[in-house]
């Protein structure tokens, strides 16, 4: 059986892999961030500034970038940002996702019992809602700066906190990043439908699956609407988005087991549509969270 210190050590990539399995890289992979960023700002409302829109192929470029912080040899930069991909809500105490912050979430698992609450709670809704209320402030910058060139460092900075901020949103939206079973159904818990325990399944899904059978067209359709305003209820917006996510776990297991996710097969209309529609609602809620950094920012400090 895998310890939870071995388990987190597949997850983030950050320790030798077990003999017998290889290392792939556990995340969307750049092909399904790219998907769900480019479609999160083709979809933006026109009223957001024309600067933002314009730097479409940027945000999308940014979107795979904290993969790409991943390094066994650089361990402090390693271990800074580990947790902050996923959530592990089985092992979470009730009431500790209504911490306002995350150093009063950990202190919360550590009472309840969790002695490594980062590793073993995980940090992802956090990260997202440190980087929305980073973008509100930069945004809130932006609006008062009279000087051109000082505007323009600051519109920098803006798009790149946007860019990473869709990492953590459509990691989000994959369920393997809000379960204990995140590659494979975890060992030692109970598996009476028989779902696969395969090491290579997170892997296999939202990355090897992705860049065979889905397309652009596939997530660009299923974005309906317009943006919507979550402008005084962001936690709570982000909360029920991980929730929407991690209610998908078992579908996802049992078109595992039913179908397949294969990326050497012939691909299946409901497999292609399930990661579909998970990238789609990645990039629907990145629209959102972008368009309620904007629109909060248009209020000063303390108000909505």
């Known amino acids: 059986m895998y310890s939870p210190a071995a388990l987190l050590a597949l997850l983030v990539s950050v320790a030798p892999t077990p003999a017998g399995i290889s290392a792939p890289p556990f995340r969307w992979g750049s092909t399904g961030h790219e998907m769900a960023a480019r479609a999160a700002v083709d979809h933006l409302p026109d009223a957001m500034p024309a600067f933002f829109r314009n730097e479409r192929d940027h945000l999308v470029y940014l979107d795979p970038e904290p993969d ?78 009279q000087d051109p060139r000082r505007k323009g460092w600051i519109e920098q900075r803006i798009i790149n906190d946007a860019g990473v901020l869709g990492h953590y949103v459509t990691d989000a939206a994959n ?76 579908t996802l297991y049992r078109l595992d087991k ?9 691909a299946h209309p409901q497999t292609v549509a399930f990661v579909a529609d998970r990238l789609a609602a990645g990039a629907d809620m990145l629209r959102t969270l972008w368009w309620s950094a904007w629109l909060e920012s248009a209020s000063p400090t303390g108000s909505h």
């Not at 092992?91 to 609450?117: F, I, K, Q, V």
């Open 68 to 145: 790409r912080w991943r390094s066994r040899d650089l361990k402090a930069m390693d271990q800074a940002f580990s947790y902050d991909h996923f959530i592990d809500l089985e092992n979470l105490p009730t009431g500790a996702l209504d911490e306002p912050d995350r150093y009063s979430y950990m202190r919360a698992l550590y009472h309840a019992g969790l002695d490594r609450p980062a590793e073993q709670g995980g940090l992802l809704p956090y990260r997202i809602l440190e980087l929305y209320e980073r973008l509100v402030t930069e945004w809130r910058l932006w609006r008062a700066q």
């Open 258 to 266: 039913e179908i397949g996710f294969d990326p050497e097969g012939p």
């Open 175 to 250: 369920p393997h990043h809000t379960t204990i079973h995140y590659n494979g159904w975890a060992e030692g818990a109970p598996n009476p439908n028989g779902y696969t325990t395969d090491r290579q399944f997170h892997w296999r899904f939202e990355t090897a699956f992705v860049e065979a059978h889905v397309r652009e067209q596939d997530v660009e359709t299923r974005i309906h609407g317009d943006a919507v305003s979550v402008v005084g209820h962001v936690h709570g917006a982000v909360i029920g988005e991980i929730m929407a996510s991690h209610d998908q776990v078992e």
